[in-house]
């Protein structure tokens, strides 16, 4: 039911890959997309960095069974970027006034409340929990509630359209979010009735 830590497959330890280079790329753009949001307010180029964040976290996982590139560095960073823009966008719109601080706030503690799991985990020799579909459903719905919402800041048609959709993302994605978190404390629960590492 939860990740053990067993020795390295051959090639697992590769550093210098492709999915693990867009994966970087993704992390660096995220100071970028903010500077783009708040100090410049160019929303037009902070929703090209949402759409080519969005792609290339697509094809890093595709392009790392593809080339055979699976390592275990790109296992860190992929959810490692997802995570921080799931924190950073969220805050960035608060400021910007896109969405309201309480619902931010719900994004954030989830996530926060999940990051306490994991020293309980080692007490128990795991080193995290089995990611679950939901779960990738959750992130995808909000990674693509956030391009609608910046887009529905348009003062056009091209806005009135977007938004009602980005909102439509949103809700679904937050829902599944709590949901995971019931879930994966509950998983955390059955784990901490084992008997304890040395």
Known sequence: MTA???PEPAGRSRVL??????????????????????????DGWALAILFVSG?????????????????????LLDPAADRLYVVVIPLAFGFREILPWWLIA??????????ATAPLLRTRGHLAL???YIGKAATFALMSAFPWLLAGQLDS???????????AFLIW?????????LLYWYQTILVMRQPRIA
């Open 55 to 75: 792609a290339t976290d697509w094809l890093d996982g595709k392009l790392a069974r593809l080339l055979d590139q699976s390592s275990r560095l790109g296992e």
């Open 106 to 115: 719900i994004i954030i503690a989830r996530d926060v409340l999940l990051f």
């Open 157 to 167: 048609v091209v806005g009135t359209v977007c938004y009602p959709i980005g909102w």
């Open 130 to 132: 089995p990611t679950l």
């Open 4 to 6: 053990h830590a067993d």
């Open 17 to 42: 890959t492709v999915p693990n280079a867009l994966s970087v790329m993704r992390l660096l753009l995220i100071p970028v997309f903010v500077w783009l949001l708040l100090a410049k307010e160019a």
């Open 173 to 181: 994605g937050v829902g599944m979010y709590l949901w995971t978190f």
